[in-house]
């Protein structure tokens, strides 16, 4: 997902997932990227969850939160 490179936004994300009871196991937090625009972060995370419910639910939270998500399999 691409968060606003602003002080808080990385700590709100985290907050947000920990809302939802899930895990995180693996962030990846890239300010350098050429792709991105400026003002831009891309955040990669892989997020321990209950199962596939629980999956469901953690992605709608976030999407409600307005994450722009792209879910990876």
Do not use: C, Q
Not at 1 to 6: N, R, Y
Not at 40 to 45: P, S
């Amino acid at each position: 997902m691409e968060l606003d490179d602003v002080p808080g936004s990385l700590a709100r994300l985290s907050a947000d997932i920990a809302a939802t009871n899930a895990n995180i196991s693996l962030i990846t937090h890239d300010r350098r990227s050429k792709a991105l625009p400026i003002g831009k972060t891309e955040v990669l995370l892989e997020l321990e969850t209950r199962g596939f419910e629980h999956i469901r639910e953690t992605v709608e939270y976030l999407d409600k939160r307005g994450y722009g998500l792209e879910v990876l399999k």
